[in-house]
C-alpha cells in the first residue's frame, strides 16, 4: 500500500482495467468459477493483489501468496474459496 502521491507518473491499473475487453483475466475468472466472494466489498483487492503476486511470479507458493494479499481482509471468511481461486488461477496462468 502507498500514499497516492507516490503513485504520480506510474501506470495505475484498475479492477476495471485488469480485463481485456470482454475477456477477463485468468484470476477474476477463477474468482467467478471458485465462488471466492460473498458480499464482494473485498473482491477487487484480493483479485488486484493476486494478480500482481503472479505477474511478478506465476509459480507463486501458497506462502507468497499470503504474502502478497496480506492487507485484504474479508468479512464473510471466503479464504478458502480465495485460496481454490489462486490455485485455478496459477494454473491458467502458467505457474506450477
Do not use: W
Not at 466489498?41 to 500482481?52: E, L
Amino acid at each position: 500500500m502507498i500514499l497516492a502521491v507516490q503513485a504520480q507518473g506510474k501506470e495505475i491499473v484498475t479492477i476495471e482495467g485488469l480485463s481485456n475487453g470482454d475477456e477477463l483475466h485468468p484470476v477474476q475468472e477463477a474468482f467467478i468459477e471458485a465462488d471466492a466472494m460473498q458480499c464482494g466489498f473485498c473482491t477487487p483487492g484480493f483479485v488486484m493483489s493476486m494478480a500482481a503476486v503472479y505477474r511478478d511470479n506465476p509459480s507463486a507458493s501458497l506462502e507468497e501468496l499470503k504474502e502478497g494479499i496480506a492487507g485484504h481482509i474479508c468479512r464473510c471468511g471466503t479464504y478458502s474459496q480465495i485460496f481454490k481461486a489462486a490455485e485455478l488461477a496459477q494454473s491458467r496462468l502458467g505457474g506450477k
